[in-house]
């Protein structure tokens, strides 16, 4: 029927190079030595963000995996099914090295770059990016073994990828396996019991009642051996090729993370290898999960550069009562304001990525450790609400799955879930108050020097130091230490930006979330006077 003309509706957002369009990534990735990457991410930004990329993406969110637990002869097979469209995208983003490149080729900026290469893919799919930031994260804790490390590092460097669990594998991707039905984030609750064998190895009997990316070639696992919860490198396959007693019971039924399979597991006398010694599973596996954490604030970005990016598109090609939406200054300053939180967050996580850099001092080292938390609480607290104010700029087509915001929001909260809670970082960030001073003198001496650039900050400076005291000589200071953590977020991105940024940026940043430009009740749009609104939202 043609009953009309279709106008007015923005076209699709494909063909453009995504690395380029992200002046703020652009600028991160330059600042901390990592300008040697510019080609290789310009390369990954015009693939991720090519139709087939995104066409893929669509796909492998629509067409989510689904356990086999038999073959059709009636053998335990435990595998579980992706749609083809997702193995190309996480071959695409291994290749390109979204996992192990800053491992591989440690050098200035390597974390950085990575960063970048991770974000751009998760930016596009975000499923994926849960085995690929595993494998990035256990890397670290299996090259410190050598009784493992020799077998699997060279997999773990690889840029191959096979989906297949098959022996002779020169690839492999890793998964973690850490809470149980009655403990949750307690994991010294832990039931599941490992029984020394007498020949370096070890028999898992218990259950896991969250673990992602089952398909993984090996998942370091935390079980109660003789000594204490300890951690156990599992494999899928053992040395025979044969499946290891690892049983996934069914797949969770996910709020989002659709293209991501998380399970629920068994195991019956798998077979496993300790790391490290008995009773110190948690000091073993911490690595892992700061990594992990660090990737749960890069998620949250990557995020957050969609939610906008498709905003500001939508906003430019749609008209409305005789102009474009991003010439009325009402919508201008909610793209802006989108804009300047994803300005804050890039700017404090790639200056953390550069502190995961080998070359990081001792300094930056305890930065690193505050400041992870403390941005992991911040990125992923904001996310979701940045992502329904972005869909609300597209009106409905922003609430309907043809675009791409509706699948963004239900996948923002998971950061916030993933690798310590809200209340779990927070009282994490309390306990460094009290025993890791020389994270929090690392912090201060971060921020300061930015003093003396703005007063706003100067100020935000000062209040937060107090703060810090008080909630220090609190005797119940878990009732204040999200007012903490968020002061001290916001204290790190006002920093960086008005040391770094443009000035625009830095001005809208500090006036909209300092002091007494902070009272707009935390939602998105209410920005004060005299903030140039048209430059911030051109960055978006």
């Known amino acids: 029927m043609s009953t009309h003309e279709v106008f007015n509706q923005s076209p699709a957002r494909v063909g453009l190079d995504e690395y380029a369009a992200n002046a703020a990534l652009v600028e991160g990735v330059e600042l901390h030595d990592a300008g040697w990457a510019h080609d290789a991410l310009h390369a990954t930004g015009r693939h991720v963000g090519s139709a087939e990329f995104q066409d893929d993406a669509r796909r492998a969110n629509r067409r989510g995996p689904e356990l086999r637990t038999h073959d059709r002869w ?8 992706y749609d083809p469209s997702y193995h190309r995208v996480i071959s695409a983003a291994v290749a390109d090295g979204a996992h192990t490149s800053a491992i591989a080729d440690p ?37 410190q073994h050598d009784a493992v490390a020799a077998e699997w590092m060279p997999r773990l460097l690889s840029r191959g990828y096979e989906g ?60 109660q051996a003789p000594g204490g919860l300890s951690c156990f490198l599992v494999p899928r396959l053992r040395e025979d090729g044969a499946r ?6 069914r797949l969770k039924d996910k709020l989002g993370n659709s293209a991501n399979a998380s399970s629920e597991v068994e195991y019956d006398g798998a077979l496993g290898v300790l790391l490290g010694e008995e009773g110190r599973g948690v000091r073993t596996i911490i690595e892992m999960v700061t990594n992990t954490r660090l990737d749960c604030i890069l998620g949250s970005l990557a995020g957050m550069r969609q939610a906008v990016s498709e905003a500001s598109w939508h906003a430019r090609h749609r008209a409305a009562f005789g102009r474009t939406l991003i010439d009325q200054p009402a ?69 309907t799955e043809d675009f791409p915001l509706a699948m963004r929001y239900r996948e923002q909260p998971v950061m916030a879930v993933w690798e310590g809670s809200g209340n779990v970082i927070a009282l994490d960030v309390l306990r460094a108050l009290g ?82 430009g902070a009272a707009s009740g935390h939602l998105f749009g209410a920005l004060p006077a005299g903030i140039d609104a048209a430059a911030i939202a051109a960055r978006a």
């Open 435 to 516: 025993r890791d001073p020389e994270s929090f003198e690392a912090f201060d001496a971060e921020v300061s020097r930015a003093r003396g650039a703005d007063p706003r900050l100067d100020a935000h400076l000062d209040l937060t130091r107090s703060l810090a005291r008080e909630v220090a000589a609190d005797p119940e200071p878990g009732l204040r230490a999200r007012q903490l953590v968020g002061a001290l977020a916001l204290a790190l991105q006002g920093a960086l930006l008005v040391q770094h940024g443009p000035a625009a940026v830095a001005d809208g940043f500090t006036a909209s979330r300092l002091g007494a």
């Open 331 to 399: 919508m201008t300053g909610v793209i802006a304001d989108l804009q300047l939180e994803a300005e804050g967050v890039t700017a404090a996580a790639l200056r953390l990525a550069r502190a995961y850099d080998d070359d990081a001092t001792r300094e930056e080292t305890a930065f690193r450790r505050l400041g992870t938390a403390v941005m992991k609480y911040w990125a992923c607290k904001r996310g979701p609400g940045h992502a329904a104010e972005a869909l609300e700029c597209l009106g409905g087509n922003g609430y």
């Open 74 to 81: 009636g053998n335990r097979i435990d595998e579980v099914e």
């Open 164 to 223: 297949r669990l098959v022996p002779g594998k020169t690839s492999a991707l890793f998964g973690m396996a850490m809470t149980e039905k009655q403990g949750g984030s307690d994991v010294r609750a832990n039931t599941t019991v490992a029984a020394p064998l007498g020949d370096g190895r070890y028999a898992l009997t218990g259950h896991k009642w969250f673990c992602s990316a089952p398909m993984s070639d090996g998942f370091l696992v935390l079980a």
């Open 244 to 249: 290891n007693e690892m049983r996934i019971m």
């Open 107 to 143: 050098r200035p900026g390597a974390n950085v770059a990575r960063a970048a290469t991770f974000m751009l893919y998760a930016q596009i799919e975000p499923g994926h990016a849960c085995p690929v930031s595993m494998t990035h994260s256990a890397a670290p804790v299996i090259a």
